[in-house]
């Protein structure tokens, strides 16, 4: 590996130069060598492949030249209109030698001799060579068509000799005469014509044609020069009954090697002059230019380690430092030279002593686990030690070094130097809290308003109660007796003295109200100041409504609404939330007040002034519990839910625009959000929202909400 001092251009020496002329003197000697062998391949090759594509063409006319006297010996047998004459089948096929006609015995009936050669049987009669005849009428009758019999050898008068071949062809028993008519024609046929013919064709004129028995034996040769027995080719002859080989032998010997190597060093040698004059120019060139591009390239790198603020360093697979740069150098506070000198067994001294097992570990496991497949680009922070002793965090991104033939030698790691960052995290983060403080600070004025605007129904119920005891103590003239019956909320008339049991029930609202109203200070400053939610408790939904069902009862009383509670009986499926209490009555009872708020309209009936709520299981995730509360009054604007998110949005004159905003708060911190939406059927308006449901006591699923009807008197 390079190490961090400047690298120059070295030339070649001369010994290296005088091995790469030896080098290419060696290989052009390999080129002109393989250039001669490959000729003198080619040149046999060719050859070969000669002698195949004549022994074919001489296979095909052969087989050609004894089928084809085949459809006329078939027309004669059969007696066909048009069948030619004997002596015209003899003059139209010179190799044909002799016609004979057989009884069903295969005993000769008629002989016919052609006149244009020498007479086939006439050292030897039929009789002695009749073997080959028989089976290859044998084969005819068995097969029921012509059939070739296997090649035999006929002497001639003087002590010369012809290879023959005989055709059985059976004539047919239905167009055969009555008697001794005879029941197959045989003709013979001599193999050295028809040899003799295939080979006069010019492409065979430098071959020599034989026919070769199954034993290897020539049967029978033409060919105006003999073969010199190197290249051959043969071919198998296929016939009906019987088969034929055909070798040819070219006259062509080995190639010879002189002149093929007279003309490859000619031509070898003179374009290597040229080759070498233009490679010495070249190379002369090209080296000045490679020198000065490496001592560019050498420049430009030292310059571009210089101006790095990224350490860089490599490491072998034993985890020793073989390359740092500059920069590492500074950030480490250790020159290169002690890091590549640190020994494999010894940790690196920018590693913390309280890390260095860690850190060997972790390093024998990546060597363990050996080249990854696809590169990260994910990097590691780690725990540096600079040379004083400080501390330091660093981002290292780690790829695998690879040498040019795939071999994998170790780590190239680029290290960050992350100090500046958690500086400028930390000053962030302080910013950060200052920011949240001073957040706090002006969510003062908005708790205030929510103060103001949340307290007003408590105080407001404590005052009507307060007033109920005060009318229940003031004399009343001309009553001197009890009325019928108390009001629950304790606004009927009654005569004095008052008992403490008739004072009881109005008192305790006053303390229940009064005790609402600290909660709500509590639950609001939670919000508001901390913006976290209490901690949350298991809430029953009856509980809940049952709750704020006084004070919703007084509004609903003042505008002649009535109030309707679709809610499972407690008996058959009691359903309970997870969340504030405090905060959850107040989303309530400030969703039940606009509702009812809606419907004091002189233009809303009163058959339409029905606050209705809708509380069951959600049904598109069982695990919530639905809230719909519906009203029968004006409805929605139609910008709804583009104003709904703006800060103090109210339709009503007097409101102050914090009863909403409330509720969607109170609702996010519990996971839910509440959709405003046109009742179904209309008109009125909708507003739902959902809770996590949390086991109770006695809860079950699946039975049906049964709705209680509750009226305002």
């Not at 004059?277 to 230019?289: F, Y």
């Not at 909403?660 to 739902?688: D, Y």
Request: with cysteine.
């Amino acid at each position: 590996m390079p190490s961090t001092t400047t690298a120059t251009a070295v030339p070649s020496s001369p010994r290296r130069r005088f091995a790469l002329w030896v080098a290419l003197l060696a290989l052009l000697a390999v080129a002109q060598s393989l250039l001669v062998v490959l000729t003198l391949s080619y040149e046999n090759s060719r050859a070969q492949q000669e002698a195949d594509d004549v022994a074919t063409d001489a296979a095909t006319r052969l087989r050609q030249s004894l089928l084809r006297p085949l459809p006329q010996l078939q027309a004669m047998a059969v007696g066909l209109e048009g069948a030619p004459s004997v002596a015209d089948l003899f003059q139209t096929h010179r190799a044909l030698r002799r016609l004979e006609w057989r009884a069903g015995d295969r005993t000769l009936r008629q002989i016919q001799d052609s006149p244009w050669g020498p007479p086939p049987f006439a050292v030897l009669g039929r009789d002695q060579l009749a073997l080959a005849v028989d089976d290859a009428c044998s084969a005819a009758q068995r097969d029921e068509s012509p059939a070739y019999s296997r090649s035999y050898y006929a002497p001639l008068p003087g002590g010369t000799g012809q290879e023959l071949l005989d055709l059985c062809l059976p004539i047919p028993a239905g167009i055969r005469s009555q008697g001794d008519a005879p029941s197959w024609l045989v003709a013979t046929i001599a193999l050295a014509p028809l040899l003799e013919q295939a080979a006069a064709e010019p492409a065979l004129a430098r071959h020599e044609l034989q026919l070769v028995g199954g034993d290897g034996a020539r049967l029978a040769r033409a060919g105006s020069r003999r073969g010199a027995g190197t290249y051959l080719g043969e071919q198998r002859i296929d016939l009906p009954g019987s088969a034929l080989l055909l070798r040819t032998n070219s006259a062509a010997g080995r190639p010879s090697l002189i002149p093929h190597l007279n003309t490859a060093l000619v031509i070898g040698l003179s374009l290597l002059l040229f080759a070498v004059a233009g490679l010495l120019a070249r190379d002369t060139r090209r080296r000045a230019a490679a020198e000065r591009a490496l001592a560019d390239e050498l420049a430009f790198r030292q310059a571009m380690e210089s101006s790095l603020i990224t350490g860089l360093r490599a490491r072998d697979l034993d985890g020793r430092v073989t390359y740092a740069n500059a920069a590492f150098c500074r950030m480490v506070g250790i020159d290169a030279e002690s890091l590549q000198s640190t020994p494999a067994d010894a940790p690196p001294p920018y590693w913390p002593p309280e890390h260095a097992a860690e850190y060997q570990a972790r390093q024998a496991e990546r060597r363990r686990a050996g080249v990854p497949r696809e590169s990260s680009a994910l990097g590691f922070e780690s725990v540096f030690m600079r040379a004083d002793g400080e501390r330091f965090p660093v981002m290292i991104y780690d790829a695998p070094l690879v040498d040019g033939s795939g071999h994998h030698r170790g780590w190239m790691s680029a290290v960050l130097d992350m100090s500046a960052q958690r500086r400028a995290e930390e000053l962030s983060r302080q910013q950060q809290e200052r920011l949240q403080a001073g957040a706090r600070l002006a969510a003062v004025g908005e708790m205030a308003s929510l103060l103001s605007h949340e307290l007003n129904q408590p105080l407001a119920a404590i005052a009507s109660y307060a007033s109920g005891c005060l009318n229940l103590v003031e004399p009343q003239p001309g009553i001197d007796r009890p009325s019928a019956g108390p009001s629950p909320a304790g606004s009927a008339t009654v005569t004095v003295p008052v008992s403490a049991a008739q004072l009881r029930p109005a008192l305790e609202r006053i303390a229940e109200q009064a005790e609402r109203a600290g909660r709500v200070i509590r639950s609001v400053h939670s919000l508001v100041a901390r913006r976290r939610p209490a901690e949350p408790q298991t809430l029953a939904c009856a509980q809940l409504v049952e709750a704020v069902l006084p004070l919703v009862r007084m509004q609903a009383r003042k505008c002649g609404a009535r109030i309707e509670i679709a809610l499972p009986e407690p008996s058959q499926r009691p359903l309970h939330v997870s969340g504030d209490r405090t905060m959850l009555e107040q989303v309530l009872l400030n969703l039940s007040r606009n509702a009812l708020q809606a419907m004091d309209d002189p233009s809303v009936p009163s058959e339409r002034r029905v606050l209705r709520w809708r509380i069951d299981t959600d049904a598109a995730n069982p695990e919530r519990i639905e809230w719909a509360c519906i009203d029968g009054g004006l409805g929605l604007p139609p910008d709804f839910d583009r104003q709904r998110a703006q800060a103090f949005f109210t339709t009503k004159p007097e409101g102050m625009g914090l009863g909403l905003s409330l509720c969607r708060t109170v609702l996010e911190q519990h996971g839910s959000q509440l959709h405003g939406e046109p009742a179904v059927p209309g008109p009125g308006a909708m507003f739902r929202f959902s809770l996590a449901r949390a086991p109770g006591p006695g809860s079950e699923a699946g039975v049906a909400a049964s709705p209680r009807t509750i009226g305002s008197p």
